[in-house]
């Protein structure tokens, strides 16, 4: 009996490790990898892409319609919809811009469905826009208590303002300054062609920038 248990913890060992080292590599693996090991049957690498993408997706959704328990229930919703249809997933595109693609799509749905416009809470602001840079800051750690305190304060007022811009606006507003996505990327998961991105997000800058103006001083 004891030898036979001696035989059977060192084969423990090995499975345990073999797991250990395809968990290793999924994490390291590109998107485009992990979903080849999915399709091949390997259902921890969907646990990968959920681990991957559900805190960016939360934080879109909640700041694209405003209400975090509806967020988590959409997050859901998306990973049931990646999960069903990941076969039929075109292998030559991205994978973060098709599931932002679906994202954005529920949370458009969900704000058709309300009968008010939503409040959008939006973290971070800074007066620079650079075109090129995910240029929203809000916080920094080595700001002074008073310092600290006005901002939060411009925060508040962010989040009114945010809240005025048309949902068209508001959704690649938050796509390319909060989840720094390119406007190809941005083109792409809103259905719409590179010219409309940038105007529509020159705009919603400009907007933006009016409404919270006054308040920066």
Do not use: C
């Not at 959920?50 to 934080?59: A, F, P």
């Not at 997050?75 to 292998?91: A, P």
């Not at 916080?139 to 310092?147: A, Q």
């Not at 901002?151 to 007022?157: A, F, M, S, V």
């Amino acid at each position: 009996m004891a030898t036979a248990a001696r035989k059977t913890l060192p084969a423990l060992a090995r499975v345990e490790l073999v797991g250990s080292t395809v968990r290793e590599r999924l994490r390291t693996a590109e998107d485009s990898e992990v979903v080849s090991a999915f399709l091949a049957g390997d259902e921890r690498a969907f646990s990968e892409l959920v681990e991957r993408y559900q805190t960016r997706l939360l934080n879109f959704i909640y700041r694209t319609i405003g209400d975090r328990e509806k967020a988590e229930d959409l997050v859901q919703e998306v990973f049931i919809r990646v999960y069903r249809h990941l076969h039929r997933f075109d292998r030559s595109k991205q994978v973060s811009t098709w599931v932002y693609t679906i994202a954005s799509n529920l949370a458009k749905n969900e704000l058709r469905n309300r009968s008010r416009n939503p409040l959008v809470l939006f973290q971070t602001i800074t007066k620079n826009w650079q075109d090129e840079e995910r240029p929203l800051q809000f916080e920094d750690p080595d700001n002074r208590p008073d310092d600290l305190f006005r901002k939060r304060d411009i925060r508040e007022k962010v989040e009114e303002a945010v809240g005025q811009l048309p949902e068209h606006h508001r959704n690649v507003f938050v796509l390319r300054e909060l989840e720094g996505k390119s406007y190809e990327e941005i083109a792409e998961i809103t259905h719409t062609n590179l010219g409309t991105v940038k105007s529509r997000l020159n705009r919603a800058r400009n907007s933006f920038a009016e409404i919270i103006g006054p308040w920066l001083g």
